[in-house]
């Protein structure tokens, strides 16, 4: 088992949609969780961090984290062509671990 | 500029070369990471630092590779004998171990 899963996608909503991230992870110590954002050949940027369960919003960005279930999501909610993207979910414990990312793609 | 910085951001080399890249993280996180990246996967962790101290090294790095940080400010990872199976962006993040990590803009490797 990996440690941190998602699904590669592609992800395909319309614009102003809401597009849903979904990540599962297989370490229970693990106490810090972040949302990626990485465009193509550029490297990755932070989007968000969520620490304990429950939500967190910023902006048009949810993330949601449920640590009995081991699972973190991310909901971006009136997608734009412009979040079209890859989305890595990483877990972190004493080091930082991503999965494989699921490429979002915003259509007109 | 205060973020991290990684140099150089292209490398092309010939395959059996040795070539180093270098990381200047950001001032006052005392950790940093290597991680590599191939097309298509999330990135693959390589190596830390806490201060100088180098404090794990993934099982899937070869003897080939090797990083240092002396001081505990800036970082260099070093591939020697280069195979194309190096080919890859090679990332270094860094963070002051409570919050958040941040990337420079990476080292994309090119071996022919």
């Known amino acids: 088992q990996k440690e941190v899963e998602q699904n590669s996608g592609p992800l395909s909503v319309p614009e102003g949609a809401i597009a849903s991230l979904n990540c599962t992870y297989s370490?229970?110590?693990?106490?810090?969780f972040f949302w990626y954002r990485q465009y193509s050949g550029k490297s990755p940027e932070l989007i968000m961090s969520?620490?304990?369960?429950g939500d967190k919003e910023d902006g048009r960005f949810t993330a949601q984290l449920n640590k009995a279930s081991q699972y973190v999501s991310l909901l971006i909610r009136d997608s734009q062509p412009s979040d079209s993207a890859t989305y890595l979910c990483?877990?972190?414990?004493?080091?930082?671990?991503f999965g494989t990312g699921t490429r979002l793609q915003v259509f007109p | 500029d205060t973020g991290v910085s990684q140099d150089p951001r292209h490398k092309i080399t010939k395959r059996g070369q040795n070539v180093t890249f270098r990381c200047d993280p950001i001032s006052e996180h005392n950790r940093l990471y290597w991680y590599r990246q191939t097309l298509g996967q999330g990135p693959e962790f390589l190596t830390y630092?806490?201060?100088?101290?180098?404090?794990?090294k993934s099982r899937l790095l070869s003897d080939r590779f090797s990083a240092e940080r002396p001081k505990g400010s800036f970082s260099t990872l070093e591939i020697q004998r280069t195979e194309q199976g190096d080919s890859a962006m090679y990332l270094c993040a860094s963070w002051d171990g409570n919050t958040e990590a941040f990337f420079g803009q990476g080292t994309r490797l090119t071996v022919v």
């Open positions: 969520i620490y304990s369960n």
């Open positions: 370490d229970r110590v693990s106490q810090s």
């Open positions: 990483a877990v972190r414990t004493d080091k930082l671990i």
């Open positions: 630092f806490q201060n100088e101290a180098q404090l794990e």
